[in-house]
């Protein structure tokens, strides 16, 4: 089992920055792809980031641009840097892991969760 566990979530004007961070333990062996996705209320949980092994990545069209994700192997956290917020990216954020080693957009290929972290943008 892998364990998740996010941070840096809150409120920001639109226009301004967060960065959201996500700390991994457990069975470290099993993550090779992180990411992270959203969840606004009312509304389907979507794909916004995800990065492979090797630091490829992978980006949702309405982040491009904006949101840059990372990760650091050694210590097996993975960070979003959110900048130019706007008020529909308000949503809780999880990050997510998986065994594969593709940074896809397919939420069924993610095998672990955070709990998430809120996220608000006002306008």
């Known amino acids: 089992q892998v364990q998740l566990v996010e941070s840096g979530g809150g409120l920001v004007q639109a226009g301004g920055s967060l960065s959201l961070s996500c700390a991994a333990s457990?069975?470290?062996?099993?993550?090779?792809?992180m990411g992270w996705y959203r969840q606004a209320p009312g509304k389907q949980r979507e794909f916004v980031a995800a990065?492979?092994?090797?630091?490829?990545?992978n980006y949702a069209d309405s982040v491009k641009g904006r949101f840059t994700i990372s990760r650091d192997n050694a210590k097996n956290t993975v960070s979003l840097q959110m900048n130019s917020l706007k008020p529909e990216d308000t949503a809780v954020y999880y990050c997510?892991?998986?065994?594969?080693?593709?940074?896809?957009?397919?939420?069924?290929?993610?095998?672990?969760w955070g709990q998430g972290t809120q996220v608000t943008v006002s306008s």
């Open positions: 997510a892991v998986r065994r594969g080693s593709t940074a896809t957009a397919t939420m069924t290929f993610w095998n672990y």
């Open positions: 457990g069975s470290i062996v099993l993550i090779n792809a």
């Open positions: 990065i492979a092994r090797d630091y490829s990545t």
